[in-house]
Nanobody
Framework: QVQLVESGGGLVQAGGSLRLSCAAS????????MGWFRQAPGKERECVAA????????YYVDSVKGRFTISRDNAKNTVYLQMNSLKPEDTAVYYC?????????????????WGQGTQVTVSS
């Protein structure tokens, strides 16, 4: 089992940047694929980025390609989401999640463990 704690959310103007961090407990962090999801009011939770166990393979939803970067540091049990050129439509609660699947799974049901979420608000 793994526990996840996100940090780094906040209020930023359009065009600005934020870096989200997700710290994982336990000694088996490198055995989990990791994902960042977001959920805006009235919308489904969507996977915006995911990374495999080694960090060698990544996935991005089309709307964030070229603006967001997911990375992980297995020595620090942490996964990051660097968000640049933020837009008002990026406003949502962002969740970190851990998957036991070997391949990247960019869907909600592929993740067994979730953080509590962190709010990102982008003003226009």
């Amino acid at each position: 089992q793994v526990q996840l704690v996100e940090s780094g959310g906040g209020l930023v103007q359009a065009g600005g940047s934020l870096r989200l961090s997700c710290a994982a407990s336990g000694r088996t962090f490198s055995s989990y694929g990791m994902g960042w999801f977001r959920q805006a009011p009235g919308k489904e939770r969507e996977c915006v980025a995911a990374i495999n166990r080694s960090g060698g393979t990544t996935y991005y939803v089309d709307s964030v390609k070229g603006r967001f970067t997911i990375s992980r540091d297995n020595a620090k049990n942490t996964v990051y989401l660097q968000m640049n050129s933020l837009k008002p439509e990026d406003t949502a609660v962002y969740y970190c999640a851990a998957s036991t699947f070997q391949s990247i799974v960019p869907i909600r049901t592929g993740y067994a463990y979730w953080g509590q979420g962190t709010q990102v608000t982008v003003s226009s």
